[in-house]
Every structure is written in structure tokens, then in C-alpha cells.
């Protein structure tokens, strides 16, 4: 028991690592270091330290702590990564673009033209979202979850993980809890979306695109905060259903989108039996094998 303890496969140290250490170097790095260029430039260049340091705090954990190759966590696997791509683009921009659609038709949105960002602000905007959903994917479900799901089993490990999603934005300008509880489901459906495939490229690219069509795109507030869009929105209509200053994620419109998503994806992990069991949950004993009478001289199988 000892040695399984002080063993750093065992996997509350590797959680204590893979969330501790990109939390140390971002509390460092927002108090110690003064990036040079603007506030674009300065994001920029924030979210690619993080995505590398998440990416070292992964090696760390797979080759260090675990004896595995990076390949395992699901970020470099090729295979159906343009279906996967896709897949989450659409499930990340459809939705936010109904949604808005439907709350102007209402009268709820009020868009027009030009927004407050240039083609070229919107293009770095976006290089930044995609940082943000990267490096956000590798925390919370490449190392979070899936430690979590090595050491408690799989519905413990999307619940926790994403309420670790969900917290982490509860400081952001705006917060409701309401808000707060539809990202902690969003981090369900995303960690359900990378125990299915087993790839973080869908929560990336559905990450990307949910910010991307939400801020750069619409105009309207992303988590809380405000970005320059390519469309200038008004809001009208009651916060219950616009989300306020906190955005779509918190308005009772979106809601029903992220539930029933949730509810697919993990429908879809326990069909195709993706699930992990919790290490307390009893195992079946094998039946022993029954006494051999004469050898079988054929050959194994082909």
C-alpha cells in the first residue's frame, strides 16, 4: 500500500501535476512577466506559453508518471482527423448562430454593420480563440479528465472535471450560476465527446468555434467577456434569455442545446461500451478453466 502511494502512477499526484503545474506557471506569468506589444499581441503570446506549458505538463504525465506516449492522449492521432474537425465546427458554430438568428427574429439581438473589429482583428482574434480552445482542451480533458478517469472511472470524471470547466469561469465579468452550471455541462459533453473518440480534435475545433461565431463573428460576449466582432449587437430582450453581460452561455434559449448535446454523447459512450468502471466497482471472477483432457495439436488461430 505504501509504495502504491508514494508510486507517481498513482493517480491523485498525477491529478495534483497535470492541474497544478499550468496553474503555478499562469499565476507566475501574470504576476512576474510583462509581455512586450499590445493587448492582442500580449494575449497571444500569453495563450502560447500556456498551450506549451500544458503541453511539457502532458509529456510529463504520460511519459513520466504513466510509461505512455503522447499519441495516447489523443492530440497527434490522424486518423478521421478532417471528419473530427468537422464534426466539431459544426456542433460549436451551428448552435450559437440558430441561437442568434432566432433572438433576432425576436427582436431580443439587434445587429448591424460595421463592428467594432477589422478583418485583421478579427483574424488575430481568432488565432487567439484557438489557443484558448487548445490549450483549454489539453487541461481539462487530456490531463484532467483523463487522469480522472484512470483513478475514479468515467461518469465521476466528467462530472468533476466539469465542474473544474465550470469554476474556472466563475470569476469571469458577469457570472451567473446559471452560466456557470451550462459550462460545467458544456465540460461534460466535451470530456463524453473525447472518451467516444478518444481525440481531443472535436472539443478543440467545437471550443474554437463556439467563441469564434459568439465573439469574433456575432459580436456578443464570450464567457464574459467582451470582444470586437465583426457585428455590432444590441441587446433587448430580458437577460434570462440574451445571457446578459456574460453572454449566450447563460441565456435559457442556449440551454436546451447544451443539455440535449450532453445527453447524446454520453447516450453514445455507454452504447458503445467507452466507459470506464470505478476501481471500487466489483469485478466479475473468471470461471476457472476446465481440466484439459487430451492437448490440442492444432496450431493458434489464423
Known sequence: ????????????????????????????????????????????????????????????????????????????????????????????????????????????????????????????????????????????????????????????????????????HATNSGATPLGIAAIALGGVFLAACYLRYGSLWVPIAFHFAWDTTMGVVLGLPVSGTPLPGLLHVQMTGPEAWTGGGFGPEASTALQPFIFAAAAFYLWKVVVERKLTPPPWRARPVPAAPAPASIPSTRGPAA
Not at 7 to 34: C, E, K, T
Not at 45 to 51: C, G, I, K
Not at 57 to 83: C, Q
Not at 98 to 115: D, R
Open 1 to 168: 500500500m505504501a509504495g502504491t502511494l508514494l508510486s507517481p502512477r498513482f493517480w491523485p499526484w498525477r491529478l495534483g501535476v497535470a492541474m497544478g503545474l499550468p496553474w503555478l506557471f499562469r499565476f507566475l506569468l501574470d504576476r512576474l512577466v510583462h509581455l512586450p506589444g499590445g493587448r492582442l499581441e500580449r494575449a497571444i503570446e500569453s495563450r502560447v506559453l500556456m498551450a506549451i506549458v500544458d503541453v511539457l505538463v502532458l509529456l510529463v504525465v504520460l511519459r513520466w508518471m504513466e510509461g505512455r506516449t503522447l499519441r495516447e492522449s489523443g492530440l497527434f492521432g490522424r486518423t478521421g482527423l478532417v471528419r473530427r474537425l468537422s464534426e466539431g465546427i459544426a456542433l460549436g458554430a451551428g448552435p450559437v448562430a440558430v441561437h442568434a438568428a432566432a433572438l433576432a427574429a425576436a427582436g431580443m439581438y439587434v445587429f448591424s454593420l460595421p463592428g467594432s473589429a477589422t478583418a485583421g482583428e478579427a483574424v488575430l482574434l481568432a488565432l487567439v480563440l484557438l489557443l484558448v480552445g487548445f490549450e483549454e482542451e489539453v487541461r481539462y480533458r487530456a490531463l484532467a479528465f483523463r487522469t480522472l478517469d484512470q483513478g475514479v472511472g468515467s461518469w465521476l470524471a466528467m462530472g468533476l472535471s466539469g465542474a473544474f470547466f465550470g469554476i474556472s
